[in-house]
C-alpha cells in the first residue's frame, strides 16, 4: 500500500504542476481550476488514498462501479462527480451518491433525475454536457446535447425541482469540425457558457480537460479538469 501511495502522490503531484503551470501562463489564479479525478476502474482503496493526499473531488462514469464504491467510502469528505452516459434506470441509484451529475443531455433524463432527486430529499447539481460533434440528430458519438439544445434543456434543469443548473461540460470531440483541435473546442464551450450565463448567472461551472488536454483546458477558462490516467496510471485492457 505504501508503494501504491508513493505512486499516487508522485503522480498527484506532476498534474498539479502541470494544473499551476497552465494557469500561470494563462494569467489565471491556481484556486480558479478545481482537479476532479476520474477513479472509474480502479478501486475503494485508491480512493482512500486519494483522500488521503488531499484530493476532495472524484468522478465515475458507469453506475455498477460507482454505487459500491461511493459507499465504500462514504466516510470521507468527497464530492462525487457522475460524469458517464446516463441510462434512466440507472438515476435513482447515481442519486444516492452523486452530488453533481455533468452529462445531463435530454429533458426524459432531466425528469427522471428530478424525481429520484425529489424523492431522496436532496439538490443535485447538473451540467449540461455539450456535443460540439453533434450532427442533424442534435447528438455527439459519446452522448451530448448539440449547441442548439442548450437554451431549452438549461430552462428545463433550472425549473426542475431537486436540481439545479450549475454550468457546461464537453469532451473533446473525435470527429467533426472540433476533431483534434482541443483548443478550438473549449474556445467554443467557454463562448456558450458565457451565452448560458446571460439568462443563467449562478451557471459559472465549466468542466473540460482530461489528462492528454487540460493545459489547453485551462488556457480556453475551464473551471474543472476531469484527469484519470495521469493520476491513476493506465490499467491494462482485459483479454
Known sequence: MTDRKDELAGNLAKVERRIADACAAAGRA??????????KTYPASDVRILAELGV?????NRDQDAAPKAEACSDLPLTWHFVGQLQT????SVV???DFVQSVDRSKLVAALSKEAVRAGRELGCLLQVALDAGVSGRGERGGTGPDG???LADLVAGAPGLR???LMTVAPLTGEYAGRQQAAFERLMDLSTDLRRSHPAATMVSAGMSTDLEQ???AGATHVRVG???LGVRPRLG
Open 229 to 231: 490516467s495521469a493520476v
Open 150 to 152: 442548450i437554451g431549452e
Open 56 to 60: 476532495r473531488h472524484v468522478a465515475e
Open 89 to 92: 434506470n440507472k438515476v435513482r
Open 165 to 167: 443548473l450549475d454550468g
Open 30 to 39: 491556481r484556486e480558479e481550476v478545481t482537479l476532479i479525478v476520474v477513479t
Open 96 to 98: 444516492n451518491y452523486a
Open 217 to 219: 483546458a485551462v488556457t
